[in-house]
């Protein structure tokens, strides 16, 4: 089993920043890809940004390149997404997941094996 546990939310006004953190436990996260996804009210959940399990390679929706950046840090068992020049439509409750395939997932979210719990951020107009 691999747990995950999102923390870093919170309530923050327009053109503000954040920093998501997802701390991994169970198996050996080097091996893992890693994802962060977002579902607003009403809303389907929709892919944000995604990291190879060696971090050589990160992905962004098109709606948050040049203001989000996803990281990681293997030695820490943790992955970051750091948010910038918020928006109030980035307003949502943000989910990291681990796929442990050796297949990178991309962004179907049908493709990663387990999800955190999430965390809700507001950004305020």
């Known amino acids: 089993q691999v747990q995950l546990v999102e923390s870093g939310g919170g309530l923050v006004q327009a053109g503000g920043s954040l920093r998501l953190s997802c701390a991994a436990s169970?198996?050996?996260?080097?091996?893992?890809?890693m994802g962060w996804f977002r579902q607003a009210p009403g809303k389907e959940r929709e892919f944000v940004a995604g990291i190879r399990w060696s971090g050589s390679s990160t992905y962004y929706t098109d709606s948050v390149k040049g203001r989000f950046t996803i990281s990681r840090d293997n030695a820490k068992n943790t992955v970051y997404l750091q948010m910038n020049s918020l928006k109030p439509e980035d307003t949502a409750v943000y989910y990291c997941a681990a796929r442990i395939d050796v297949a990178y997932g991309g962004s179907n979210s049908d493709k990663y094996d387990y999800w955190g719990q999430g965390t809700q951020v507001t950004v305020s107009s």
């Open positions: 169970g198996r050996t996260f080097s091996n893992y890809h």
